[in-house]
């Protein structure tokens, strides 16, 4: 493995992490997220100071988007299992197979179609079995995550979001975050307890901001978009291992097993992508030697 893909897999893994430190906090989910947002604010931007901190349109709405999924992902994850939460935010790819052709004008395929069915078969299995009635909000809410992190994404490919530092809609978004939050967080803060303080610590400065900033690094440094796509769903396979292995929270079968038919399905997505883009260069390669020749 090349040393900018260990950045990624670094990240990947700090990231994994998130479910176990949200469960382990005793905070509620909006006084967690206020405390979260405000560590990861300062070190986004430390890490990345060099580039500045400008802000347009696009990012606006990007830092708007990102507030709202970290919220909802923190809310579902204290709602429902780890695993739940973790693997229906992990649907993301799928709304965006649907998204990018009519935002990007791109050609919708019928192997995108195939993806998104299956990957639609595995969601609902998460709603199946014995659920608690918080289990139904708290997957609900992570779909809702999936869904602004799909639309983070869509904005991210924009021009104009890189027109400015790579991490403005992060430092933005996590700043709103702790706006969107203030009431509930600062009334938390004079009664927060040491353990609770070490747990959101280490969600906003490491977690967070020093797992980002691994991710940016890897990828500045050459790391193909698909490499990363596959080696980032480290952190959907190992998020529940964590919480299982120290909390015990054991994720139902059903959700196992539609978290395994989504992986499966977008990984495999993405490597035929990969190959079909590689049979196209090729072939475009070849008619160009033999019009030299």
Known sequence: MSRP???VLAAALLWST???FIKWVSLSGLELSFCRSFFAIFTVAFFTRHEGFGLNRITGVASVLYAVLLILFVLATKETTAANAIFLQYTAPVYLLIL???VYKEKFRSRDLIT???????MALFFVGQLRPQDVTGNLLALASGFCFALYFLLLRHPRAREVNRASSVIYGNTLAVIMTAPWGLAAISSITTHDLVGVAYLGIIQLGIAY???TTGMARGVRSLDAGIVCYVEPVLNPVWVFLILGERPSRWALLGGAIIIVAVITHMLLDARSKRRITDAAYNNQLERLS
């Not at 998104?116 to 595995?122: D, N």
Request: with cysteine; proline share 5%.
């Open 5 to 7: 893909l260990l950045f």
């Open 18 to 20: 998130g479910g176990l």
């Open 100 to 102: 990018e052709p009519i």
């Open 116 to 122: 998104v069915l299956v990957c639609l078969g595995g």
């Open 213 to 215: 900033t691994l991710f």
